[in-house]
């Protein structure tokens, strides 16, 4: 079965600085990846996603992940943040031979201060 | 408006008295799926739904029951309600087949068991 880890509970990041989120994950198989966010009293949105081809995946809001096979990550990076950027960031991992299954990390707390 | 739909918002009950958190979509998807989210622990899978009459346990299964009948509605039944299922509920879901379809979360149920 699939596991993820999110390093970092919370970050704490100033406005217009860069980010990193890391997110590692176990599986015996190839894995579908993901991140989320969730803005306060709301449900999740995608954020990007890793299904194949190239590593460095762009997504909403101009955030980028990149896959790394070989040390088993899908860190989440932001070059200038906004104080909007406030949120609480999940890496998810599904297996590709039942993608159905989605496991969630514990969750980044994001706070943008200016 | 395409979306997913959970009803209640907020739900306060006692101990061992029934519940049900319905959940409904109007985009025609065949995947549904029920999660909870808790503090420190991120979002965890109880149950999902690949079509209609076919449901399979999640992570955390334990002291909840699915039904699907319809494609659109996929209701969260709990039988005899702990103080342990105090949680804040997320119901999504996603087209069949296609993990590059992005999950629709529905807006949450937070959950109170006394």
């Known amino acids: 079965a699939q596991s993820v880890t999110q390093l970092d509970s919370q970050v704490p990041v100033f406005e217009e600085a860069p980010v990193e989120l890391r997110c590692n994950y176990s599986?015996?198989?190839?894995?579908?990846l993901f991140w989320y966010v969730q803005y306060p009293n709301q449900g999740l949105q995608l954020l990007l996603k890793?299904?194949?081809?190239?590593?460095l995946v762009k997504g909403i809001n101009g955030f980028e992940a990149e896959f790394n096979k070989s040390q088993t990550s899908f860190h989440l990076r932001k070059p200038s943040v906004h104080i909007s950027d406030t949120a609480e960031y999940f890496c998810?991992?599904?297996?590709?031979?039942?993608?159905?299954?989605?496991?969630f990390g514990a969750g980044t707390q994001v706070v943008v201060t200016p | 408006e395409a979306q997913v739909t959970q009803n209640p918002r907020y739900l306060i009950t006692v101990t061992g008295k029934k519940l049900t958190v319905t959940c409904s979509q109007n985009?025609?998807?065949?995947?549904m799926s029920w999660y909870r989210q808790d503090p420190g622990l991120g979002l965890r899978q109880i149950y999902y739904?690949?079509?209609?009459?076919?449901?399979d346990k999640g992570d955390v299964p334990e002291g909840y029951k699915v039904s699907r009948k319809e494609k659109r509605n996929f209701p969260l039944i709990l039988e005899s309600p702990s103080p342990n299922q105090t949680s804040l509920y997320f119901c999504?879901?996603?087209?069949?087949?296609?993990?590059?379809?992005?999950?629709?979360f529905g807006s949450g149920t937070q959950l109170s068991v006394l």
């Open positions: 999504a879901s996603s087209l069949l087949g296609a993990p590059n379809e992005k999950l629709f």
């Open positions: 599986s015996s198989v190839s894995v579908y």
């Open positions: 890793y299904l194949s081809g190239s590593t």
């Open positions: 998810a991992v599904s297996e590709r031979n039942s993608w159905g299954k989605l496991q």
């Open positions: 985009m025609n998807h065949e995947y």
């Open positions: 739904s690949m079509n209609v009459e076919v449901t």
